[in-house]
């Protein structure tokens, strides 16, 4: 493509995005519809104003590599060790029952056995970047069914190493010289070779991101050049997914690999910022190239035979799905999300389809009808998302599928979430007399309460219609005291745009999520290991012999200070660059260790002056 070719269609793209999206998101419908739904129309089937040229989907398709690079900066490895069951044991038997399940309807269709095997192992793959971005949009990643979905996506990530490995048996004569047409460094390589420079890639990114990586950024951060930062991180998801695709491997599995070593990193969350608008564009691109790709004449010509199968892999897959999430204890409706959720083919298909006809496994005809039903199945998704969403309204989507309780009494504080924070701050507010509504959304935590005397009401306080039940319009202070960061943070969003004259106080798990929740409109922010810390310092010094009024002068000075330190710091944040703002935190931290330094000399001239440890105590407490 010549270079203004190029850029015309980039533009046209880039216009395509912000001339939909936009209407998409205020319809309702999502992003990832409106970025297929401005392919189509821009592409050659339609308008004609871009064509799918492979260039651009190759640009494009680096969204998604860098989607899975963030996906694993996301997950430590002990996070994924502690996953590994859900990961292998429902990803596995997802990936099995369906591939087995495909490619006998297709051997019932006159394919041959190869072939219906190759079919098999591409429909059942599902697309990772519209199921994680409509999760995401939605607040559901860290529910019961976005942690499954993900563990399902996660393993058929990984299960792209043997896919790619077994394609080539799959094919007739002359596979394994088409197998070539795109050569990698272990094509001429004898198998166990083969194998041991796989394991070397691998091993190499490992080893390189545990000890290489962290001085290199060290010393990037040091030049206190953003760019130079954001270019270190860019390149590092291009070489991880260029070592993997020379060792035959996918791409986006070599960049989640980096992710997942840079988990543990204290740049993870610098790199996931500078990254972040990358990803959201080209992952936009992305999309709008699937639906660039959609063969709008195929369509016409066999619009039944295309919708019927469409029809069929969804349904076929959903009805799969269901059960597999039963079976791992998930909720009816859980089950039926998670099923609507994995029901299309995934962006993958588009490269396996491709290398199945390198290797001779799928005739021309049926790789295209393929290639359409995998870009239609991708526009099912979100339509599937709205309607299930309107299906169970007003319905909760809690284990046991019950309705919200109904809300009798009106109080003037209501606690939502009743874990250990929550129960907490009943118990006191109970105990002076001041009575309070409590919304539980756990039903096994709520009923394990009820069984000690407490009053708690089943439901989601994400929903507004809930918190009207609960006379948040009557209420002056709502206490969000959940234990999920999306779910406190969505509380506090809805409850200050629908019930303004409210007082929240909420409860953050760090100061970064402090940050967060004022900035959503929280009152007050309360750090739920703040205190606890400060009493545990104080102990410690006790321990270590100090007179017990100094220890505690000590954390009354510290929480001053760190109380104003949030306040200076806040005023800052996001005006300053990262280095700016770290200058600004070791300035206070050493301020701390002045003040501490001249309270500690001048109590020792006060006891070398002749005061008493009890005189001295009592004058500590009167200047409280």
Do not use: C
């Not at 597999?324 to 959720?341: E, G, N």
């Amino acid at each position: 493509m010549a270079a203004d070719g190029f850029l015309v269609e980039s533009a046209t793209y880039l216009a395509a995005a912000v001339a939909s999206v936009p209407i998409a998101k205020r319809l309702g419908l999502g992003s990832v519809l409106g970025y297929l739904v401005a392919g189509l129309v821009v592409g050659p089937s339609v308008l004609g104003l871009v064509n799918a040229d492979p260039e651009m989907m190759h640009v494009a398709e680096f969204g998604v590599v860098m989607m899975l690079f963030l996906v694993g900066l996301e997950l430590q490895p002990s996070r994924l060790w502690q996953m590994r069951g859900a990961v292998f044991g429902l990803g596995g038997l997802q990936l099995g029952v369906t591939a087995v399940a495909v490619a006998a309807v297709a051997l019932l269709f006159g394919q041959g056995f190869g072939p219906s095997v190759a079919i098999g192992l591409i429909l059942a793959m599902s697309s990772t970047a519209i199921v994680l971005q409509a999760l995401a949009e939605k607040g559901l990643l860290k529910s019961p069914p976005g942690e499954a979905t993900f563990a399902v996506l996660l393993f058929q990530d990984i299960a792209i190493i043997p896919i790619l490995a077994v394609m080539p048996l799959l094919g007739g004569a002359g596979a394994s010289e088409a197998a070539h047409a795109d050569p990698t460094l272990i094509d001429r390589l004898p198998g166990w070779a083969a194998a041991l420079t796989v394991l070397a890639a691998v091993a190499l990114i490992v080893v390189a991101g545990r000890l290489a990586l962290r001085p290199v950024l060290d010393f990037m951060a040091t030049t206190r050049l953003r760019e130079i930062f954001t270019a270190t991180a860019l390149l590092l998801v291009a070489s991880t997914a260029l070592l993997m695709q020379s060792v035959g491997l996918s791409p986006a599995l070599g960049a989640f690999l980096a992710g997942v070593v840079l988990a543990d990193s204290e740049y993870r969350h610098e790199i996931e910022t500078d990254i972040e608008p990358f990803k959201g564009l080209l992952l936009g691109l992305f999309f709008i190239s699937v639906g660039a790709s959609i063969n709008v004449s195929l369509v016409l010509a066999e619009p039944v035979l295309l919708a019927a199968l469409v029809a069929g892999i969804v349904a076929l897959k959903a009805l799969v799905l269901y059960p597999i999430a039963r079976a791992a204890k998930l909720a009816r409706s859980d089950a039926a999300l998670m099923a609507i959720a994995l029901s299309q083919i995934g962006e993958f298909a588009f490269v396996l389809l491709s290398f199945a006809g390198q290797n001779r496994i799928l005739d021309g005809g049926t790789g295209s009808l393929l290639t359409a039903a995998v870009a239609l199945s991708m526009l099912t998704t979100p339509v599937l998302f709205i309607l299930f969403e309107r299906l169970t309204a007003g319905r909760a989507d809690r284990p046991d599928d019950r309705a919200p309780d109904t809300i009798e009494e009106r109080n003037r504080v209501i606690i939502a979430g009743f874990g250990r924070v929550g129960q907490i701050v009943g118990r006191i507010l109970i105990g002076r007399g001041i009575k309070v509504t409590v919304l539980e959304h756990d039903a096994e935590q709520l009923e394990a309460l009820r069984r000690f005397g407490f009053k708690l009401y089943y439901g989601d306080a994400r929903r507004h219609d809930l918190l009207h039940a609960a006379g948040a319009d009557e209420a002056s202070i709502l206490v969000v005291a959940t234990d999920d960061k999306d779910t406190t943070a969505a509380i506090i969003e809805m409850a200050r745009r629908n019930f303004p004259h409210l007082k929240i106080i909420a409860r953050a798990f760090d100061r970064p999520h402090a940050y967060e929740l004022e900035a959503l409109g929280a009152d007050s922010v309360v750090r739920e290991t703040f205190a606890g810390s400060i009493e545990m310092g104080t102990e410690t010094l006790k321990a270590l012999g100090l007179p017990g009024f100094e220890s505690e002068r000590i954390g009354r000075i510290f929480r001053r200070h760190d109380t104003e330190t949030m306040r200076i710091l806040r005023e800052i944040r996001g005006k300053v660059d990262r280095d700016a703002y770290g200058l600004a935190f070791r300035e206070r931290r050493e301020m701390l260790a002045n003040v501490l330094q001249r309270d500690f000399q001048t109590l020792h001239e006060v006891e070398d002056a002749g005061w008493d440890a009890e005189s001295l105590r009592e004058e500590v407490r009167g200047a409280r």
